[in-house]
């Protein structure tokens, strides 16, 4: 069945048919596919992250199937949602998994050891235990982001044996509209190497019997919803490829890294198809810049595409009060759940989880975090917030839970995977114990 068609089965209302995304009302209620927000709050409190297993599962079939015609790895980038239950999930579906520390590799191992010959060690700062870890467990390829960090990782292959596969991480500069922090691929930024210095790096590492100079890669940054940077990222690395292969290196793996954008301010009720088209577009644009590559094994990272609109952040409203023209409502959940709104002045939109009537009015949904830093949306219209009641967070699937803390001695929240009709916690809620527990006195 397709995607499309699966997902409107059982469902009704021709309007709903084309839907693909998870969080929906059904009647005046939102659902996340088969699931009751409102039994999800009942049964396990608030905040809460709700997942739609559904719709990571089809998110990862588009990158699979775009890139379906040449031989490939979908790389799910774990820093983007690294619970247990998703990186099994991914898995088992054959993904490959770019990770950037010892412990996002730990994650991996726990969720599958099968996929551990399917990773990428992405990251500026490896240290020598966290090298030895992915020596050891037999990774895919280190993307190494200095000269230095080559010359760490020929001992410690030398000290354990084992040759390392690399690719060093290029910086093409090139420009991608996105936020300045979460941009990478300029020269002025910590990441990779300059490009036109990766000759000499590559001639310098086949002195080392250790290094296996398997490959290139590229990461411009994150957020990115042109496709035309990706595919001017690529044709430089192609031209590097060339030379290197001319210089008597088996170039065998080319990453093209993540950052594929979505679009916040989407309603949930758009069609399907729109990710699709995305994903074909994004996976042609590569393809024509790796056209002159000849035969190698493409990467890809995406993280955010995957599984962003695949989340929603359940919060509950404890009040709703009124400081000059202002109206607040302050929600249970803060920025030490979901940081994005405070770090990158990012848009989620937020819908009630009961359907409003009434007329919308300005409102901000702040936590309850003291600074007033901490909100989830600012002058937003929405049909008048009661205390008590509940209302989602959207497209909280990604860097929502990865990026949580515990600022203000805030135990984390809970998570929930709903995989049709079942719903299955996957995360309890943290207890104050837990947190407090690594604290000496
Ligand atoms: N590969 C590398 C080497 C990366 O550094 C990243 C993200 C990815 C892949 C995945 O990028 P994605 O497909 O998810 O865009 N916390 C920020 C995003 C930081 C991205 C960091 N690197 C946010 O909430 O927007």
Redesign the pocket.
């Known amino acids: 069945m397709s995607d499309r068609g699966r997902r409107s089965a059982g469902r009704g209302g021709a309007g709903r048919a084309a839907a693909a995304r998870p969080f929906q009302y059904r009647g005046r209620e939102l659902c996340c596919d088969g699931a009751s927000l409102e039994a999800l709050a009942e049964q396990h409190g608030t905040p809460l992250y709700v997942y739609s297993a559904e719709q990571v599962r089809y998110r990862f079939g588009l990158f699979q199937r775009a890139f379906a015609g040449r031989a490939h790895t979908v790389c799910y980038?774990v820093?983007?949602n690294s619970s247990l239950a998703i990186l099994r999930m991914l898995a088992e579906l054959g993904a490959g998994f770019?990770i950037?520390s010892g412990g996002e590799l730990e994650r991996v191992r726990r969720a599958s050891k099968r996929a551990l010959g399917r990773v990428v060690f992405?990251?500026v700062g490896k240290q020598a235990w966290e090298i030895d870890a992915a020596l050891k467990a037999g990774i895919l390829l280190f993307?190494v982001e200095s000269e230095a960090e080559l010359g760490l990782l020929a001992a410690r292959a030398e000290v354990l044996g084992a040759r390392a596969r690399f690719a060093l991480r290029v910086n093409p500069d090139v420009f991608a509209e996105t936020?300045p922090?979460?941009s990478?691929g300029l020269r002025e930024h910590k990441f990779g190497v300059e490009i036109g210095l990766a000759r000499a790096i590559y001639r310098r590492a086949a002195r080392s019997r250790w290094l296996d100079a398997a490959g290139v890669s590229v990461?411009i940054g994150?957020?990115?919803r042109a496709v035309g940077p990706f595919a001017a990222a690529l044709e430089r690395v192609a031209g590097l490829v060339g030379e290197l292969r001319e210089d008597g290196h088996r170039i065998r793996y080319v990453d093209a890294?993540?950052?594929?954008?979505i679009d916040y301010n989407d309603p949930p009720a758009k069609p399907a198809f729109d990710a699709a088209r995305t994903v074909a577009e994004y996976a042609a644009a590569l393809g024509e810049a790796a056209a002159g590559l000849g035969a190698v094994h493409l990467l890809v990272?995406?993280?955010?595409?995957i599984v962003a609109q695949a989340g929603g952040l359940l919060t509950r409203v404890l009040a709703v009060k009124k400081n000059g023209t202002k109206t607040f409502a302050i929600a249970d959940a803060a920025m030490n759940d979901l940081i994005?709104p405070a770090?990158?002045q990012?848009h989620h939109e937020i819908l009630p989880v009961k359907q409003g009537r009434g007329a919308s009015v300005p409102v901000d949904v702040v936590g309850p975090v003291c600074e007033s830093g901490d909100f989830f949306a600012r002058d937003r219209r929405m049909p008048r917030l009661k205390a008590g009641e509940l209302v989602l967070v959207l497209d909280a699937g990604?860097?929502g839970m990865s990026?949580a803390s515990n600022y203000n001695t805030r135990a984390r929240a809970a998570e929930v995977l709903v995989d049709g009709v079942e719903t299955r916690l996957i995360r309890r809620r943290e207890t104050l114990k837990e947190l407090l527990a690594a604290e000496i006195l």
């Open positions: 980038a820093k983007a770019d950037v992405s990251g993307n936020h922090y979460i990478t990461h994150s957020q990115i890294g993540g950052g594929l954008g990272e995406p993280g955010r595409f994005r770090l990158y990012a990604a860097y990026q």
